[in-house]
């Protein structure tokens, strides 16, 4: 039989099944894009804190989802205690995508306010000495971000923090803050970079794996290691153990040429055309204070801040040199205020002066 002389009844209905599939999808993918609610939020807490305060966020998001690899799951002795929960979630009086939506939410307080704990009861002393770059064999972004939001928010919203079942606004202000640090951070992180690896480390070819540095910020491939360790320590950024270590195992082994390199640059930490490396760096670290119009910083407040912290920097014309710097920090503009309260108080959220600002002041270029 000819093609066109084929029944044509059933395209219609395969037509129509298509479109209803389609809706449907489309219908799916906006109630998952359909950010949560207060209301929904409000009947996520209760089961959610019911379960043990010791257990992983993770976790507990497994067994309210009914997922069965849950180990809690697995272990049919342990589950039982959560078959209930996992019930009352079930039925719970929405979607499926808008419990999956406030779940996350849940999720999410809930994993930053671990990871806040774990920071303040494992590593404090690591916070502090990353906080002004006192060694390049780590840098722990996030747990220095993590670090100053808390300060930010126990100064702008005291008791957000000890909430066991805080709304979308809160969850959102933890959020933002923790991001603000830590884009902040990275940015400083990219700063301190530019001003570790100056153009006398690198030798223009990639470099054989025994070689090559490796460290924090991640040096490019043609930074021989020894170099790399004689600029760390120029800048006072190099741990002593890293340092003893190089000198007692690899300095043994560099040539006359090599050595003579490696005392050239430990001695000569000002090299680069910023003269103000140090105070860059620390104004991209605060960059989140700063820019916080409650507080209402200006371009003379944090001239003034960086010479209380000894941080050597232009003392005219700042706008001119952030422009240069590319810093494009947002400011308050107009004339100065009377009220000095919000600067005091959120000066005690500034990072200290960057433990190389001293060594590149007191550098001879």
């Known amino acids: 039989m000819h093609p066109e002389h084929l029944p044509t009844t059933e395209w219609p209905a395969s037509s129509a099944i298509n479109d209803a599939v389609i809706a449907l999808r489309s219908h799916r993918e906006k109630l998952a894009a359909t950010p949560a609610t207060d209301e929904q939020l409000k009947q996520i807490w209760p089961p959610w804190n019911a379960l043990p305060d010791d257990m992983l966020p ?22 039982a205690p959560f078959k209930k929960l996992q019930k009352q979630f079930k039925y719970l009086p929405f979607d499926r995508h808008e419990y999956n939506q406030a779940l996350n939410q849940a999720y999410w307080w809930a994993t930053l306010s671990d990871f806040i704990q ?8 690591l916070v502090e000495r990353q906080w002004t770059f006192a060694d390049a064999d780590n840098q722990a972004t996030g747990r220095v971000a993590i670090s100053r939001a808390v300060l930010e928010i126990n100064i702008t919203h005291p008791g957000l923090l000890e909430s066991k079942s805080p709304t979308l606004k809160n969850i959102k202000i933890l959020k933002h803050h923790y991001v603000a640090y830590f884009k902040a951070r990275k940015r400083a992180l990219t700063a301190l970079a530019k001003l570790v690896f100056i153009p006398e480390l690198r030798t223009g070819k990639r470099l054989p794996i025994d070689q090559v540095a490796l460290g924090v910020p991640r040096p490019p491939k043609d930074v021989p290691r020894y170099l790399y360790i004689a600029r760390l320590d120029a800048l006072a950024v190099c741990s002593p153990k890293r340092l003893n270590d190089f000198i007692r195992e690899d300095l043994p082994n560099l040539s006359r040429p090599q050595r003579m390199k490696f005392d050239k640059i430990r001695r000569k930490p000002k090299f680069g055309k ?38 050597e920097c232009p003392k005219t014309g700042l706008k001119e040199w952030a422009y240069r710097s590319t810093v494009h ?18 000066s005690s959220l500034l990072s200290p002066a960057p433990i190389f600002g001293e060594s590149l002041q007191t550098a001879t270029v």
């Open 58 to 79: 993770g976790e507990k998001r497994r067994i309210l989802t009914l997922d069965e690899e849950s180990e809690h799951h697995r272990n049919s002795s342990q589950f």
């Open 274 to 311: 910023n003269p103000y490396a140090g105070f860059l760096v620390w104004v991209l670290e605060n960059r989140p204070i700063f820019e916080n119009a409650q507080f209402g910083w200006q371009w003379k407040d944090i001239l003034k801040a960086a010479e209380e912290r000894n941080i």
């Open 329 to 346: 920090l947002k400011v308050k503009l107009g004339q100065p205020h009377g009220d000095e309260r919000e600067i005091k108080r959120s």
């Open 118 to 125: 774990s920071t303040r009861k494992y590593h404090k002393d």
